[in-house]
């Protein structure tokens, strides 16, 4: 009976180990960012998160028009794209700009999509709608990325 008792308190104590002692870094908890995109404008212009933050920006399109979130090059890492997403240009003119967004999210009109990565280096980034004629017309915004 006591043997039992020590093999069963021998079990407790390697929960326990295990739970403290784990090499696994602590989830960084994900800030998330809204946007709403009209015809034709951001609702948000500037957020600031901190470097090494994974951050999730939803966009959600409730204009008559295509729109998108872009940021043509900023350091990050992890980005995923939400399961029904199109990462494609998909239909999108975007001729306007030169080279393809690093970061890029494109609702249909009525829905919301999601984009998340983690920025690496602070800074401050401009995010746009890549439609051409959005950004001129103010689609445009600021990404400010702080120092741990
Ligand atoms: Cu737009």
Redesign the pocket.
């Known amino acids: 009976m006591q043997r039992l008792a020590i093999v069963l308190l021998m079990i407790m104590l390697l929960g326990v180990l295990a739970a403290c002692g784990s090499a696994e870094p602590m989830p960084v908890p994900v800030v998330e960012i809204s946007l709403t995109?009209t015809d034709?404008a951001y609702d948000v212009n500037r957020f600031e998160v901190m470097a090494g933050q994974p951050v999730k920006v939803t966009l959600r399109n409730e204009g008559a028009?295509e729109?998108d979130f872009s940021i043509m090059e900023m350091p990050h890492t992890g980005e995923v794209m939400a399961e029904e997403a199109d990462h494609g240009i998909g239909g999108h003119d975007m001729s306007n700009i030169a080279m393809e967004p690093e970061v890029h999210v494109a609702p249909p009109m009525g829905k919301s999509l999601s984009v998340e990565f983690t920025p690496t280096t602070p800074g401050e980034y401009e995010y746009f709608?890549a439609?051409a004629g959005?950004k001129e017309a103010g689609?445009v915004g600021t990404l400010v990325v702080t120092a741990p």
């Open positions: 995109a034709i028009l729109h709608c439609v959005h689609m």
